[in-house]
């Protein structure tokens, strides 16, 4: 029996979701969802994603990376996700935002703290966190505002981060070989979190021969030049409109040989039919920048063959530890320090754990996640001795190093 897309309780399980709130507003016609789904360590975590084919399902689906992104990051915050069914550019955008902001506003930000996903930008969350009437609604704000906004790139930054490291650890334990200084990679998605993945692996000197966004896919097996497509497509808007280019379907992506392929895009794109074309490609390691982008059939498909995958929770944590430095009150330059620090913690942190364990990367992080969580929904309930006892028994399980969280949000 296939699920439905509204049922999320047939999904509910030890962790949550602990509040699905599903709004309609008849004056505007706006359709949202928002799912809170752990806050045991923090008020609930995550974007809103403004899509024409968002689903309840998916939202929950969302909140629960964010419940495991935000604890094994070590930030203070629980898991969540909005979402509003509509092409952003189709409707009142602001007339929408603010409609959703009204409606959900008796949550925010003590269980929910917004911020920027598909289909939102900083302008959004100004209008959001004008609506709700307190800057602490949203992260992800305009500068002018205080904020840090994710169009600086803070979570392309982290994959970058997380994709060189990664790298660098596999070819150090023989796990892989396969230089950096001559991988190629392919990034599935040039909005936000492709173009500056793209933008920061070029600066550290990655070969990046393919690129795709929904109009379709460019390709040179001697490597892009990424400054320029970047300055390119500012005027040009979309891939399909760049005049240089042999431009292909967007499907190409999935045939292009490449060492790396790194998902930037939308959830389920790599799946049980497009993993064996990457295998057939060559592709060794798979790094998840967008969130979700790998089914559980997809990923066995992939493991089987000797393809290395990093999950979204540990790679693309960077535009959420970005919204902690903002909601702290900190600096663009402490931001991306500390997206630098906690992603390069983590990736040492599990693929040391894999080698010891033979348990897979995103197995290894979500048992730290699940340790972290587990431990502050005891403690919640008041029951502090079962805490330590569970905590101790994780601990001596995996030897997991779960570093106090005062000590780990400042590099
Ligand atoms: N939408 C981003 C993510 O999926 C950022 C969430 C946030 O900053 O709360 O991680």
């Not at 024409?52 to 969540?80: D, I, N």
């Not at 409109?241 to 060492?259: C, M, T």
């Not at 630098?340 to 990736?347: A, F, G, H, L, P």
Request: hydrophobic share 40%; charged share 20%; net charge neutral.
């Amino acid at each position: 029996m296939s699920l439905s897309v509204y049922d999320v309780w047939s999904l509910a399980d030890e962790w949550g979701p602990e509040k699905v709130v599903f709004v309609y507003d008849p004056d505007t016609g706006m359709r949202g969802v928002l799912v809170i789904d752990n806050t045991a360590i923090g008020p609930g975590k995550g974007g809103i994603r403004f899509t024409p084919t968002v689903t309840p399902v998916e939202v929950f689906r969302l909140a629960r990376v964010m419940t495991w992104k935000c604890a094994l990051a070590g930030l203070p915050f629980g898991g969540a996700k909005g979402g509003i069914m509509g092409d952003p550019n189709k409707v009142d955008r602001v007339a929408w935002m603010k409609s959703f902001a009204k409606a959900i506003k008796p949550y925010v930000p003590l269980q929910y703290v917004a911020a920027t996903d598909m289909g939102t930008t900083e302008l959004d969350m100004a209008v959001f966190a004008h609506e709700v009437g307190d800057v602490r609604a949203c992260t992800g704000k305009p500068s002018e505002m205080g904020g840090i906004p994710h169009e600086l790139g803070t979570t392309g930054y982290g994959v970058a981060v997380a994709t060189d490291l990664t790298l660098k650890m596999l070819n150090k334990f023989g796990s892989i070989s396969l230089d950096p200084r001559e991988a190629t990679v392919a990034i599935q998605g040039f909005g936000n979190v492709g173009s500056f993945t793209a933008k920061f692996l070029d600066e550290l000197g990655y070969k990046i021969v393919a690129i795709s966004d929904i109009s379709g896919c460019i390709y040179n097996p001697e490597g892009l030049d990424i400054p320029l497509i970047m300055r390119e497509l500012q005027t040009a808007g979309s891939i399909e409109k760049l005049s240089r280019y042999e431009i292909y379907p967007k499907e190409k992506i999935f045939d292009v040989k490449s060492d790396v392929f790194i998902p930037a895009a939308s959830s389920d794109t790599i799946n049980s039919e497009t993993a064996p074309k990457l295998i057939k490609a060559g592709t060794k390691l798979v790094i998840e920048a967008a969130n979700i982008p790998t089914t559980a059939e997809a990923e066995k498909i992939l493991i089987q063959s000797g393809v290395w995958v990093i999950p979204d929770f540990i790679v693309n944590a960077g535009g959420v530890i970005g919204s902690y430095v903002e909601y702290k009150g900190g600096t663009e330059k402490e931001a991306f320090d500390l997206i630098n620090y906690k992603i390069s913690v983590n990736v040492k942190l599990v693929l040391t754990l894999v080698q010891q364990n033979s348990l897979t990367p995103r197995k290894i992080a979500q048992e730290i996640a699940k340790t972290r969580v587990k431990r502050a929904m005891l403690l919640r309930r008041g029951a502090i001795d079962v805490a330590r006892e569970y905590f101790a028994r994780q601990k001596s399980l995996y030897e997991f190093m779960v570093p106090d969280l005062r000590n780990t949000t400042h590099p």
